[in-house]
């Protein structure tokens, strides 16, 4: 079975610019979390949907934002670029209970 | 705020040397995963651990959970090459979904 995609894989864009990522989940699974991780801050959670609706929220400014489509696939966006947004983003998608996350390959975003 | 840290943060081993990880979190959960990851890829699931005194093997990896100490391990049997990565254990917070992951342990076996 197909495992969770993101595009693009790789992305440059400069600061003040804004940003949209994609990913699509395993079938069957409704639940998909957004994970940040940099070098310095390591792996921190930026937000849950599910049904559509985000469910958790991380301690990220509102320059972030998600959302969830009927289908489960969810966009994430980040408006007004600043360099500290360089990261990659990773995508996992689990079913609503709690259980196992399956990761995605990641965006690799790079702010110049 | 749910601290999870591990240790050692960088761990060097000879092949066929045995060593442990160590993950340590701050709050109550019954549920924790340890996650692999190879430079510039992903994360790859290598073990759920959802009840306490939860024990998984995989190979030369052994992972095992102890929620009263609110603490988990991956032991490494006989380390070789193949297993030279960043190691991630994250536990769930207890309405599910959000995962707070520890530091990582990068791990290089040496020949």
């Known amino acids: 079975k197909a495992g969770v995609t993101q595009t693009p894989r790789y992305l440059i864009k400069t600061r003040g610019q804004q940003v949209t990522l994609s990913c699509s989940p395993i079938?069957?699974?409704?639940?998909v979390s957004w994970y940040q991780q940099t070098p310095g801050q390591g792996l921190q959670f930026l937000f849950e949907?599910?049904?559509?609706?985000?469910?958790n929220k991380g301690n990220f400014p509102g320059r972030f934002s998600g959302r969830q489509f009927s289908n489960s696939r969810s966009e994430m966006n980040v408006s007004t670029l600043e360099l500290g947004d360089s990261a990659l983003y990773l995508c996992?998608?689990?079913?609503?209970?709690?259980?196992?996350?399956?990761f995605g390959p990641g965006t690799r975003l790079t702010v110049l | 705020e749910l601290k999870v840290e591990q240790n050692p943060l960088f761990l060097s081993m000879q092949e066929g040397k045995n060593y442990t990880i160590y993950c340590n979190y701050s709050?109550?959960?019954?549920?924790l995963y340890w996650y692999r990851q190879d430079p510039g890829k992903s994360l790859e699931s290598l073990f759920v651990?959802?009840?306490?005194?939860a024990v998984k093997q995989e190979g030369r990896l052994m992972a095992s959970l102890d929620t009263k100490a609110r603490l988990s391990t991956l032991h490494i049997t006989a380390a070789v090459h193949d297993l030279s990565a960043t190691y991630f254990c994250?536990?769930?917070?207890?309405?599910?979904?959000?995962?707070?992951f520890g530091t990582g342990t990068s791990l290089t076996v040496i020949p």
């Open positions: 709050t109550t959960s019954d549920r």
């Open positions: 996992a998608s689990s079913f609503p209970d709690g259980s196992e996350q399956f």
């Open positions: 949907y599910f049904s559509e609706t985000q469910r």
């Open positions: 994250a536990v769930d917070i207890p309405t599910g979904n959000q995962f707070y």
């Open positions: 079938s069957g699974h409704r639940s």
């Open positions: 651990l959802l009840s306490n005194g």
